[in-house]
């Protein structure tokens, strides 16, 4: 199931990759994410409105590094020009091209783009025709299955998708209304992939190495997406590869948790300095001490933590407590 992947030009080792999540894709998290195994990862979504009227100021969210490829970067935004426009800017800053129509949240809907666009697959036709004349990365769009339960455009829009030159289509099966409530439909899945011959792949409710493998046997579709499941959990990916080659995986050793952090705050301060690398990395805490004996503690003492100092400490902590029976997702974060 998992296998050598290929959008385009683009050749990638495996087929499981990190889904773009707003505000935590960043350059960090991502490397941390490829240390673990993920084949691809993607920026967060940038905005074509500030990357054509700020330019470089916008352009800056697409800092990568030379260990940070292959990398999707992702796009939102609502008017063919611009989206045209925005492909030629950022046409040497990454692997791949996406364009973001999921994105449910109501700042990005009410300017007309994310999963505003499911609801105006004309629009959707147009917008692909400009990007894919204007750029040779390869093209691919994220959606989700409607804007309404029920409406499931998903089929029309996959065959836009193809006809207009996309080299791949990721679908989220919820419709806008469902947000993240619910269960995604993983069956719509599998109707995309028998509908296309473009590759198609799969996102939702993907939280452990046992659903990764289960989407792709299910489904047939060519690739998946970690999104909730690898935040505090980067070892996800190389745990679904263990799966697969000998049918059980290492649950993470809390030396292993508390090398990540250290290694994660480190990526942070390179990037950011030491006062946002602690204020980043308490979040991401939070994550990870998801399904860890002792969590709330390890928790309320992130929340207070000031320094890099009293992160170390912590981390320390987390080190010598005993290893529990592996990560166990006891929330998932929205
Ligand atoms: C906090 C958060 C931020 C997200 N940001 C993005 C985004 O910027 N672009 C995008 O296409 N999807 C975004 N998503 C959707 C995910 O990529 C993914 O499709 C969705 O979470 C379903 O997968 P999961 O159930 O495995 O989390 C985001 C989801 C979350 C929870």
Redesign the pocket.
């Known amino acids: 199931m998992l296998k050598p992947l290929t959008i385009g030009s683009l050749s990638l080792q495996h087929n499981v990759v990190l ?6 894709t960043n350059l960090p998290f991502r490397l941390i994410c490829r240390q673990a195994g993920a084949s691809l990862a993607y920026t ?2 940038v905005s074509v409105n500030g990357l054509v009227r700020e330019g470089i100021k916008t352009l800056a969210l697409l800092k990568s590094s030379l260990g940070d490829r292959p990398l999707g970067i ?1 796009l939102f935004g609502d008017k063919p020009d611009d989206l045209a426009e925005a492909a030629r800017m950022i046409e040497g800053y990454g692997d791949l091209l ?1 364009i ?1 129509m ?2 449910p949240v109501r700042k990005v809907v009410g300017t007309g783009a994310g999963s505003a666009l499911l609801q105006e697959p004309l629009k959707i036709a147009a917008i692909l025709r400009a990007v894919r004349a204007a750029t040779t990365l390869p093209l691919t769009i ?1 959606i989700r299955s409607g804007w309404h339960c029920g409406d499931n455009v998903f089929r029309e829009v996959g065959r836009i998708a193809e006809s207009e030159g996309c080299d791949a289509i990721t679908l ?1 099966p919820r419709s806008r209304s469902l947000m ?1 409530s619910g269960q ?1 439909d993983w069956i719509q899945l599998k109707e995309m992939k028998e509908a296309l011959s473009i590759p198609v792949l799969g ?5 452990t190495p046992e659903d990764c493998l289960r989407m792709l046997r299910e489904t047939g579709c060519d690739g998946i ?5 690898a935040l505090g959990n980067p070892w996800i990916f190389r745990q679904v590869r263990e799966l697969q080659a000998s049918g059980s995986y290492t649950p993470a050793t809390t030396a292993e948790r508390a090398d990540t952090i250290l290694e994660h705050l480190n990526l942070f301060i390179a990037e950011r300095g030491e006062a946002i690398a602690v204020r980043e990395i308490k979040k991401h805490i939070g994550w990870y001490a998801k399904g860890f004996v002792g969590a709330s503690e390890i928790r309320r003492a992130a929340n207070s933590a000031v320094s890099v100092q009293d992160i170390q400490k912590l981390t320390e902590k987390i080190r010598s407590a005993p290893d529990n029976a592996g990560h166990i997702p006891d929330d ?3």
Do not use: T, V, Y
């Not at 996102?203 to 939280?207: C, I, M, T």
């Open positions: 889904a773009p999540l707003a505000g935590i967060e979504m992702q996406d973001n999921g994105c994220k989220h993240f995604a996102s939702g409710d993907l939280f997406m970690i999104a909730r499941g998932h974060a929205k």
